[in-house]
């Protein structure tokens, strides 16, 4: 099948790379209006077609899908465009600005018939995907409680400037990463309380956030992220899970370590491959990208509907919502109010 991407921004190349290794797939035009990125991108890639108007790439057509890899602003009015233009679509995250935007994206592409997914990869990095096997498996017995951590001092900041400029940075940017792996592990949410914080003075948004979840499975999980823990080793990209069953407990700690105490007893190294074109410490967020993108063109073959699709992904983003309110208001936020 033939794609088109648009975006070729920094984590763009990350989802070049992935599309070039799944031999069902061919990308055969790029769209920016940063030309310099996108004609340099194309070089790379091999990749002529170069648009730098959206509407003119879907005018002209010849593909079957396209992969939105730009920032939020500009999501919906494509999505819209891809949905008009009777093509399936994948979306980075954050899929929207605001809830009415995402439920009006998602309609727009069910309306169309076509197959929508948002690229929320973190959920798919192998290490995760071990964990999440091992406690669907009934290894630790029904879950109770769960921790979901994310806390680096790594600058993201050299890679993606625009992240220090908004508002809003870690619940959007990451922590929407980390409520989706908590969602994946123990189901929907009933209700949040979120604190956050700006520890970093030369940024715009808060770097620390704390969130208490309340399940409607009846588990009880912590999701915290920061940017501003200052650990050696260094952990990221990593995120690190403890979780307690009522038969036992599991674990992943630094380094990918997974451990499980129960009715059996494991220790086991779940470090992520090393893709040909992947660099430490990214290779555990660019072995998810390959894994989440083979899933998009497994289901498009098969008709099935993405793990994470539109449908799926408002509520992740209703949890990042409810997050901003509850910190804004200091009170537990019920996720009817979303």
């Not at 900041?157 to 994946?184: K, N, T, V, W």
């Not at 080793?233 to 407990?249: N, R, V």
């Not at 499980?260 to 007893?265: E, L, M, N, S």
Request: charged share 20%; glycine share 8%; aromatic share 8%.
């Amino acid at each position: 099948m033939k794609g088109a991407l648009i975006g070729c921004g920094f984590f763009a190349q990350n989802q070049l790379n992935a599309w070039r290794d799944i031999s069902e797939v061919d990308i055969v035009a790029l769209c920016d209006v940063n030309t310099v990125s996108m004609r340099k991108t194309g070089q790379v890639f091999g990749i002529n077609r170069l648009y730098s108007d959206a509407e003119h790439l879907f005018s002209d057509g010849g593909f079957d899908f396209v992969d939105i890899a730009t920032t939020v602003p500009s999501h919906r009015p494509l999505v819209e465009m891809a949905a008009k233009s009777g093509v399936d679509v994948i979306c980075q995250k954050p899929f929207a600005e605001n809830m009415d935007d995402a439920r009006a994206m998602v309609s727009a592409v069910q309306s169309s018939g076509k197959t929508l997914m948002v690229h929320e990869n973190f959920r798919w990095q192998s290490p995760v995907q071990a964990a999440l096997k091992t406690v669907r498996s009934g290894a630790i017995g029904k879950p109770f409680f769960g921790r979901v951590s994310f806390r680096s001092g790594y600058d993201v900041f050299s890679g993606q400037p625009y992240l220090a400029d908004g508002a809003r940075f870690i619940i959007e940017d990451l922590g929407i990463h980390i409520l989706d792996i908590a969602r994946a592990f123990f189901g929907d949410v009933k209700s949040i309380t979120a604190t956050t914080k700006r520890i970093n003075p030369r940024i715009q948004g808060e770097d620390v956030a704390t969130m208490l979840l309340s399940h409607h499975t009846g588990v009880t999980s912590v999701v915290d992220c920061s940017y501003a823990t200052r650990r050696q080793p260094e952990t990221f990209p990593q995120s690190l899970l403890e979780i307690d069953g009522d038969i036992g407990t599991l674990r992943l700690d630094a380094d990918y370590k997974l451990t499980v105490q129960g009715k059996t007893q494991m220790e086991k190294d779940v470090s992520p491959k090393l893709l040909p074109w992947a660099e430490k410490p990214w290779h555990n967020i660019q072995e998810s990208v390959h894994t989440i993108q083979q899933h998009f063109v497994d289901c498009l073959t098969s008709g099935l509907e993405p793990e994470t699709s539109g449908a799926d992904n408002l509520k992740t983003l209703a949890l990042v919502e409810a997050a901003y309110l509850s910190a804004a208001q200091d009170r537990k936020i019920d996720l009817s109010e979303i």
